[in-house]
């Protein structure tokens, strides 16, 4: 295979299996989704060809005698993909999100150094099993009782109850609000919260009880996670 061609199938293997993990990210509306860790993926495969295959393209005569640390870029990436990471972090209140996503940019920049290694069934691997980790793991996180997902958005008046009326509420009747963000507009604003519901509470009663809470949530929307 010709060398330029092998190198752009390196960076495309990479750029490829990082959107297969940043799809998964997307899908969960992570901060960090497909386009991140596409890009991420793709510079760090770019990167690792660079470092290993610069070399040939210098033009150097035949018996030159050239030393070369090919190590040196892809150490820089290894460092630097952390201050990316740390961006995905978010803190609200005593709820930390974005961890599992800075974890899953830290795997797809070293999917990204394998595939451009030429080490493509590694990368292959990496792939799957970061799959696996995000997919499956995800239900052995929380042990105990059997518990459901949900994502809550309200959509709230400037008169709406306060927001730990509301946290209150679900949680005397018996959902666990796992993280939460709020967005605020001129009229109005816009709530969102992960729960986790017993078997026994069924969506409609946790509208009912949302709705108990008082006037002013104009919009209740629950979708599984």
Same mark, same amino acid.
């Given at each position: ?18 959107? *297969? ?48 640390? /090919? ?6 990436? *290894? ?21 599992? /996503? ?25 792939? *799957? ?97």
């Amino acid at each position: 295979m010709p060398l330029q061609l092998e190198i752009l199938l390196r960076i495309l293997l990479g750029a490829g299996l990082g959107a *297969v993990i940043g799809l998964e990210r997307d899908l969960h509306e992570r901060p960090a989704g497909l386009r991140t860790h596409t890009l991420v993926a793709l510079a760090a495969a770019t990167f690792m060809v660079v470092s290993t295959r610069f070399v040939f393209f210098q033009h150097y005569a035949a018996g030159d005698l050239v030393a070369v640390d /090919t190590s040196r870029i892809a150490a820089s990436v *290894v460092s630097g993909i952390g201050f990316l990471g740390a961006g995905a972090i978010l803190r609200t209140g005593i709820t930390i999100r974005g961890l599992t /996503t800075a974890a899953a940019l830290w795997l797809v920049a070293a999917i990204g150094m394998a595939a451009g290694g030429g080490m493509y069934a590694v990368a292959v691997f990496t792939t *799957v099993l970061g799959l696996v980790t995000l997919t499956l793991l995800r239900r052995f996180e929380d042990r105990g009782e059997p518990f459901t997902r949900l994502r809550l958005t309200l959509t709230l008046d400037e008169g709406a109850a306060p927001i730990g009326i509301v946290v209150q509420a679900l949680s005397q009747a018996g959902a666990k609000v796992a993280e939460e963000a709020y967005e605020t507009a001129a009229d109005q604003s816009r709530l969102t919260l992960e729960v986790r519901t017993p078997p026994r509470l069924q969506t409609h009663d946790l509208a009912a009880t949302i709705r108990a809470v008082g006037a002013g949530i104009r919009h209740i929307r629950i979708e599984r996670v």
